[in-house]
């Protein structure tokens, strides 16, 4: 996303004709400006838009009156209280801190292996050979699998994004709709019965793993249901692979976009875990949340009656001038840039946030350190997902030396 006069405010005429094009996704500062300046937005497929900081926020925190929409399938993301209380304290049995921080030294070696096997060939394309790689094998190491088991989940999570990964601002075809919800529930189906067959191998032992570990949870005499569990895992797979891998991409992108940055940041690591946040918040891989209103309320000035249906947008809120001074600047002496909720906030916050940031710090230090003069060579393409922002595809180039 680029950055801009914040005076130059779209109209809605206009705003409905660039929802429409692919610039939109390329780039959505315009839009999210208008909808900035017009909280509670009536969208023409349903929703009611809101994209100021304190309002997302506000709507975050407070899920008795905004509801997760979601089935009560098991999955803790889309449950409200107290369902949602419970599942969430047995699954954060596998989050520690002493959990992600183990992990720590296993990510550095992936990352290393990684770039060990590419750096004599001199390029890559980091969207794919990296990017993707790193979130993939970390995920096999959690799961107790073989990395090369992640080949079985790409198809899964492409038809997961082309279902999930866009928001319908404009009424959607309802076919269309039908036909990717589809395709997204059978490949959903293949990677259950992959992870149920997990599930029934570790129930015979213990382990490290994290099934391992969700199998053992308790609070009091409270057990995962092998149901709960499930979706559970397909959670985990679901938004660690995207979120992490798309970050990794996005946040080099934008440190090649700004040289001096990089070159900062490339002579001191020290500032490596800044320039993740600020990408985090500048341009973060969820843009948008979707919540219901369970009680009759008012947010940013606007009555909202039980029933509606709420959008939220993310990165609209990341860059709200009221919370982020210069919120159009790239800059990572940004004293709150942490303040961003890309990870969420309240009782849905990530619970991999700090396993993601663990994976993003170490994937751009061991980047600028191992490949030291590592820059773009081509154009970056952007996915067409609006709602889970990444780049398919980001040439990049290295010096090759002797004895590399």
């Keep these: 996303m680029t950055a801009g006069s914040r005076a130059d405010v779209l109209d809605e005429e206009a705003v409905l004709a660039h ?21 509670g937005w009536y969208s023409p497929s349903g929703y009611r838009v809101f ?55 296993f990510i550095s070696e992936v990352a290393t292996e990684l770039l060990d096997d590419i750096r004599p060939v001199g390029r890559m394309d980091l969207a794919t050979d990296f990017g993707a790689l790193l979130p993939g094998r970390v995920t096999a190491k959690l799961l107790g699998v073989d990395y090369q088991d992640g080949a079985r989940w790409q198809s899964w999570l492409e038809a997961i994004k082309a279902s999930r990964g866009v928001v ?43 099934i391992s570990v969700l199998l053992s949870a308790k609070e009091g005499d409270d057990t995962l249901t092998e149901k709960e569990l499930l979706y ?15 970050q990794i991409a996005t946040t080099m992108a934008l440190l090649f976009a700004h040289p001096d940055v990089l070159e900062r940041v490339r002579a001191d690591p020290a500032l490596v875990p800044a320039a993740v946040e600020e990408a985090l918040r500048f341009d973060g ?46 800059d990572i002496d940004r004293p709150n840039a942490k303040d961003h909720l890309t990870f969420g906030s309240g009782i849905h916050r990530c619970l991999g946030a700090e396993l993601s940031r663990a994976e993003l710090e170490i994937a751009v230090t061991q980047l600028l350190t191992t490949l030291p003069d590592l820059h773009a060579a081509g154009a970056a393409v952007r996915h067409h997902y609006n709602r889970w922002r990444g780049l398919a595809s980001m040439p990049v180039a290295w010096s090759v030396r002797d004895g590399s």
Aim: net charge negative.
């Design 19 to 39: 929802l429409a094009t692919p610039e939109f996704n390329d780039d959505p500062t315009a839009v999210y400006r208008f909808f900035l300046a017009h909280p």
């Design 51 to 105: 994209a100021r900081y304190d309002d997302v926020r506000t709507i975050l925190r407070t899920a008795d009156v905004f509801g997760q929409p979601g089935r009560k399938d098991g999955n803790f993301h889309t449950a409200d209280p107290p369902e949602h209380t419970r599942l969430r304290k047995l699954v954060t049995h596998a989050f520690t801190f002493r959990a992600i921080k183990q992990q720590r030294d």
């Design 168 to 210: 319908h601002y404009l009424a959607p075809d309802p076919a269309e709709i039908e036909r990717i919800d589809a395709a997204a529930a059978a490949a959903a189906a293949g990677t259950a019965d992959y992870l149920a067959g997990l599930i029934r191998e570790r129930r015979a032992g213990t382990g490290s793993d994290i």
């Design 232 to 246: 559970t895992l397909l959670l985990l797979l679901g938004a660690g692979l995207h979120t992490t891998s798309a």
């Design 285 to 330: 891989a969820l843009q948008a949340e979707y919540r219901v209103v369970r009680v009759a309320t008012q947010i940013g000035g606007v009555e909202l009656q039980p029933g509606e249906r709420v959008l939220i947008v993310v990165g609209a809120a990341n860059r709200d001038a009221a919370k982020f001074a210069d919120p159009d600047v790239f």
